[in-house]
């Protein structure tokens, strides 16, 4: 990698790693007070409308912010076509989803969800109109800006939603902590930018980026719609508090894995796409991208698996007892999320939306097999059913990348698997020294201590690359 493009990558993952955990933290403590004054069945409300929301913010983009970072000759028109279209969506799915709602609320039957879903559907307005925003951003490898907007949206939407937690109002209070997050944030965004939409539309813009856009729109549709149906059958099958639960245990092991994923995918994108024309350097770069990113996920995942039982009881407190349960199991489910986003980022870069369709419909179509099989057998055992589904999909993803740059499943399993024995190894270590600790705050602190001491000792005497990757980077910024 040169210098130039070491140092835009290096920029860009202090900023975005700033920006993530940065927010996420703020919003992780704020979770963890709201989580006390509210019920499971508070947050399985939200969570039964949670594919609706999902869905149309994979509608609203349309693919159309990845066309834009990825097009070398970009113009003024290309962006306030992707302005105005996006309004025009986001006004045609509140409409939608405002008729929906009576419907939505008796297929759970729970009447309260319809003034819920007709509020809380206001946000897919407000977050349509700062798409041009962020991909202008992300263009520029700026995620500086993107920072100080998020992290002040989520205090100041944070204080509001435990005001009202603590005042009594339940999932309102989410509701409105949510649609204030979005509202601040949009703001903040126009408010930094430059960028204005011209008063114009070009179908031959519209038509140039729904090309490459339109397949990512189909695959984006396709994962939303299968990682909301857990909450869907659970909510439906099961209760609202069951549902409470599992998205509960869900987001905690979203916390790392998500987070990593979004960064280092943010990062990588533009600077792939910088090169997308030089293969054996494209290969180089790529390969270093998923090593760095599986040495950092990996332990994290597997050392949140290894405590979550003192770890869920001390943070959000005993009326939690069934995440702590279904958290061990999803974490090891979503530490592979990370390597899926990067391959299937590749396909982006090399502009093969079709091959990434083709990968969404062969994954989606099994793991819908999967849910099929597991659901009759309980919570548990669906989960247990999504560390399948995520293997199976790893070998599925890794196809293409073998054929276009040649770096196919065992190529990248031989890359991980040094990282991969490691963080498996911290985890043994873990569990068997709780084994012998009674105090849950012990158990927490000395294996947290335990297995990052573990980790990072057995890399710098292994002498693991991507330790001394890391501190480079550090170092740099």
């Given at each position: 990698?040169?210098?130039?493009?070491?140092?835009?990558?290096?920029?860009?993952?202090?900023?975005?790693?700033?920006?993530?955990f940065s927010?996420q933290?703020?919003?992780?403590?704020?979770?963890?007070?709201?989580?006390?004054?509210?019920?499971?069945?508070d947050?399985?409300?939200?969570?039964?409308?949670?594919?609706?929301?999902?869905?149309?913010?994979?509608?609203?983009?349309?693919?159309?912010?990845?066309?834009?970072?990825?097009?070398?000759?970009?113009t003024?028109?290309?962006?306030?076509?992707?302005?105005?279209?996006?309004?025009?969506?986001?006004?045609?799915?509140?409409?939608?989803?405002?008729?929906?709602?009576?419907?939505?609320?008796?297929?759970?039957?729970?009447?309260?969800?319809?003034?819920?879903?007709?509020?809380?559907?206001?946000?897919v307005?407000?977050?349509?109109?700062?798409?041009?925003?962020?991909?202008?951003?992300?263009?520029?490898?700026?995620?500086k800006?993107?920072?100080?907007?998020?992290?002040?949206?989520?205090?100041?939407?944070?204080?509001v939603?435990?005001?009202?937690?603590?005042?009594?109002?339940?999932?309102?209070?989410?509701?409105?902590?949510?649609?204030?997050?979005?509202?601040?944030?949009t703001?903040?965004l126009?408010?930094?930018?430059?960028?204005?939409?011209?008063?114009?539309?070009?179908?031959q813009?519209f038509?140039?980026?729904?090309a490459?856009?339109?397949?990512?729109?189909?695959?984006?549709?396709?994962?939303?719609?299968?990682?909301n149906?857990?909450?869907?059958?659970?909510?439906?099958?099961?209760?609202?508090?069951?549902?409470g639960?599992?998205?509960?245990?869900?987001?905690?092991?979203?916390?790392?894995?998500?987070?990593?994923?979004?960064?280092?995918?943010?990062?990588?994108?533009?600077?792939?796409?910088?090169?997308?024309?030089?293969?054996e350097?494209?290969?180089?770069?790529?390969?270093?991208?998923?090593?760095?990113?599986?040495?950092?996920?990996?332990?994290?995942?597997t050392g949140?698996s290894?405590?979550?039982?003192?770890f869920?009881?001390?943070?959000?407190?005993?009326?939690?007892?069934?995440?702590?349960?279904?958290?061990?199991?999803i974490?090891?489910?979503?530490?592979?999320?990370?390597?899926?986003?990067?391959?299937?980022?590749?396909?982006q870069?090399k502009?093969?939306?079709?091959?990434?369709?083709?990968?969404?419909?062969?994954?989606?179509?099994l793991?819908?097999?999967?849910?099929?099989?597991?659901?009759?057998?309980?919570?548990?055992?669906?989960?247990?059913?999504?560390?399948?589904?995520?293997?199976?999909?790893?070998?599925?993803?890794?196809?293409?990348?073998?054929?276009?740059?040649?770096?196919?499943?065992?190529?990248?399993?031989?890359?991980?698997?040094?990282?991969?024995?490691?963080?498996?190894?911290?985890?043994?270590?873990?569990?068997?020294?709780?084994?012998?600790?009674?105090?849950?705050?012990?158990?927490?602190?000395?294996?947290?201590?335990?297995?990052?001491?573990?980790?990072?000792?057995?890399?710098?005497?292994?002498?693991?690359?991507?330790?001394?990757?890391?501190?480079?980077?550090?170092?740099?910024?």
């Amino acid at each position: 990698m040169s210098d130039s493009l070491k140092s835009k990558a290096a920029k860009g993952i202090l900023w975005s790693s700033f920006e993530r955990f940065s927010v996420q933290g703020v919003q992780f403590f704020i979770m963890i007070i709201m989580a006390r004054l509210l019920t499971p069945e508070d947050y399985g409300l939200i969570g039964m409308l949670t594919i609706f929301l999902a869905v149309a913010q994979s509608l609203i983009d349309s693919g159309f912010s990845q066309a834009l970072i990825r097009k070398q000759d970009r113009t003024e028109i290309d962006n306030s076509t992707v302005f105005y279209f996006n309004i025009a969506v986001s006004l045609s799915l509140y409409i939608l989803f405002f008729i929906l709602a009576p419907y939505v609320s008796d297929f759970y039957n729970i009447p309260e969800l319809t003034s819920i879903m007709r509020v809380i559907s206001l946000g897919v307005v407000i977050n349509s109109l700062a798409v041009v925003q962020r991909a202008q951003y992300t263009i520029n490898i700026d995620f500086k800006t993107q920072a100080k907007a998020s992290f002040t949206a989520a205090i100041f939407s944070g204080c509001v939603g435990m005001a009202l937690a603590y005042a009594g109002f339940g999932a309102w209070a989410l509701v409105v902590q949510q649609l204030l997050n979005l509202s601040i944030n949009t703001v903040m965004l126009w408010y930094y930018s430059r960028w204005r939409p011209l008063l114009c539309y070009s179908w031959q813009s519209f038509h140039e980026l729904f090309a490459f856009g339109s397949k990512l729109l189909l695959s984006g549709l396709l994962d939303t719609i299968y990682r909301n149906i857990y909450p869907i059958v659970i909510g439906k099958l099961f209760s609202a508090s069951s549902l409470g639960h599992y998205t509960r245990a869900h987001q905690f092991s979203e916390f790392p894995s998500s987070n990593i994923t979004g960064i280092i995918k943010r990062v990588t994108y533009p600077v792939l796409c910088s090169i997308q024309n030089d293969d054996e350097r494209l290969s180089n770069i790529y390969r270093r991208f998923l090593k760095l990113s599986a040495f950092v996920i990996f332990p994290m995942m597997t050392g949140l698996s290894a405590v979550s039982k003192p770890f869920i009881s001390i943070t959000i407190g005993s009326q939690w007892e069934i995440c702590a349960v279904l958290l061990p199991i999803i974490c090891f489910s979503m530490m592979w999320y990370p390597i899926h986003s990067i391959n299937l980022n590749l396909l982006q870069v090399k502009g093969r939306s079709d091959l990434f369709l083709r990968l969404e419909i062969i994954k989606k179509l099994l793991g819908v097999l999967v849910i099929c099989i597991t659901a009759p057998w309980g919570l548990v055992v669906m989960c247990y059913g999504s560390i399948v589904s995520s293997l199976i999909a790893l070998v599925i993803n890794t196809y293409y990348t073998g054929k276009l740059i040649h770096i196919g499943f065992f190529k990248q399993m031989r890359d991980l698997m040094p990282t991969l024995l490691l963080a498996f190894a911290m985890f043994i270590l873990i569990r068997i020294i709780n084994v012998y600790i009674d105090s849950l705050y012990l158990q927490l602190a000395i294996g947290i201590v335990s297995g990052i001491g573990f980790y990072l000792g057995c890399s710098f005497l292994f002498r693991f690359k991507e330790l001394e990757e890391l501190i480079s980077l550090v170092r740099k910024k």
